[in-house]
């Protein structure tokens, strides 16, 4: 059952430089069993983990191994299929371990990995050459926001994200909008201020391509979301799910992310 806008909500675990392959272990089957125990409806909100590259191999054979619901991807891929490109990872190599997910242009690779618009475009072609769905990340920073320049500025990273791209591929992405002043900060965006740079993301997807496949586009929110704010994110019309840091790696705390539905229930 997908929500009432037609698009099934995603619950994406960032868990960034964090877990080795052994708690990513632990992780999953925690994760798996919180949720479980709770009856989720994996087909209602999507739910998936996004570990380091050395946790990927082990967290993919738990969960082909136990048929478990979630699904796995990685957190950037290269822009190149293979080759002299010491330290990279090919998204040929991601797709082989089952991956579903790639991010593409978080915000900490473009600042320490100094990851430019162009290279984000590359990278978003590579994903759909090895048939990875990527969330491509977008948001401002502070003095953007201060500014009050929020959505030309996130417009415009998508627009250049997106350049040269088919719509039989776009239609497939996942952006997500992660405001750079609420990422680990607990500065957590209003439900407001997601809905308002979400909508117009959507906006320039019909402007873009159509309208009927800006309707099919989820659009995630990131930044501080936890188990207590995600509700009130979520009833927003064009936010579609989160893409979750902190949060995550805490198996309950991230179950009950998933599990907002519950929350509304009982508010
Ligand atoms: O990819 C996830 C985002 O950077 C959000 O991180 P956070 O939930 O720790 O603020």
Not at 99 to 105: A, D, E, K, Q, R
Not at 206 to 216: H, I, K, N, Q
Not at 246 to 264: N, T
């Amino acid at each position: 059952m997908a929500g009432t806008s037609g698009r099934t909500p995603l619950m994406a675990g960032n868990w960034k430089m964090n877990l080795d392959h052994l708690q990513a272990t632990h992780l999953v089957q925690k994760l798996d069993w919180t949720l479980r125990d709770g009856k989720h409806d994996f087909g209602a909100v999507e739910v998936a983990v996004l570990p380091p590259f050395t946790d990927i191999r082990s967290v993919q054979t738990l969960i082909d191994g136990d048929r478990l619901e979630l699904k796995h991807g990685g957190q950037t891929l290269s822009e190149h299929d293979s080759g002299a490109y010491t330290g990279q990872v090919s998204g040929a190599f991601l797709a082989k371990l089952g991956c579903t997910y790639v991010i593409v242009g978080h915000s900490e690779c473009r600042e320490y990995l100094h990851e430019g618009d162009e290279a984000v475009n590359a990278k978003l072609k590579a994903a759909y050459r090895h048939s990875l769905t990527p969330i491509f990340c977008v948001g401002e920073g502070l003095e953007v926001r201060q500014a009050g320049e929020q959505v030309e500025f996130v417009l415009a990273q998508v627009e250049a994200g997106l350049a040269g791209l088919p719509a039989e591929q776009a239609k497939s992405i996942v952006v997500a909008y992660e405001p750079i002043w609420a990422i680990g900060t607990g500065e957590v965006a209003t439900p407001e201020d997601a809905q308002e740079v979400c909508a117009a993301i959507r906006t320039k997807l019909a402007e873009l391509y159509s309208g009927d496949l800006a309707d099919g586009v989820r659009i995630l929110y990131g930044g501080s979301v936890k188990a207590n704010n995600v509700a009130a994110i979520m009833a927003q019309e064009d936010v579609d799910g989160a893409l979750v840091g902190g949060a995550s790696l805490d198996p309950v705390e991230f179950a009950s992310i998933c599990r907002y539905r519950d929350h509304l229930a009982t508010s």
